[in-house]
Nanobody, 115 residues
Framework: QVQLVESGGGLQQAGGSLRLSCAAS????????MGWYRQAPGKQRDLVADITSVFTINHADSVKGRFTISRDNAKNMVYLQMNNLKPEDTAVYYC?????????WGQGTQVTVSS
C-alpha cells in the first residue's frame, strides 16, 4: 500500500523557518521524482519544488533562494526546508511521487505564515 505522510507544518511568523518532511512507503522510492506542491484557498495546486531520481532539482521562482528540497533514499524521505517565510507561502503543502505510470499524493500539511 502506497503511503506518503507529510509532517512539519504549522504556524510561523514571517521571516521564520519550517522544515517539512514526507515519509514514503509502498513503492520503489529511489526511482520516483519526488515533489512538493502547495494549494492556497481558492487557488490551484502549484509545484513548489521537485527532485528527480538522479537528484536533479527544480524550484519554483517564487521560492528560489528561500526553500530547498532534498531527499534521503536510504530513509525513503523527502524534505522541504523553508526559510524566510512570507505570508503568501500560506497553503496546504502536499508531497507527490511521480513516474511515467503513477502519481501518488499525501494528505497534505498546513503551513500558515503570519505577518
Amino acid at each position: 500500500q502506497v503511503q506518503l505522510v507529510e509532517s512539519g507544518g504549522g504556524l510561523q511568523q514571517a521571516g521564520g523557518s519550517l522544515r517539512l518532511s514526507c515519509a514514503a512507503s509502498g513503492f520503489t522510492f529511489s526511482t520516483y521524482t519526488m515533489g512538493w506542491y502547495r494549494q492556497a484557498p481558492g487557488k490551484q495546486r502549484d509545484l513548489v519544488a521537485d527532485i528527480t531520481s538522479v537528484f536533479t532539482i527544480n524550484h519554483a521562482d517564487s521560492v528560489k533562494g528561500r526553500f530547498t528540497i532534498s531527499r534521503d533514499n536510504a530513509k525513503n524521505m523527502v524534505y522541504l526546508q523553508m526559510n524566510n517565510l512570507k505570508p503568501e507561502d500560506t497553503a496546504v503543502y502536499y508531497c507527490n511521487a511521480l513516474n511515467s505510470r503513477n502519481s501518488y499524493w499525501g494528505q497534505g500539511t498546513q503551513v500558515t505564515v503570519s505577518s
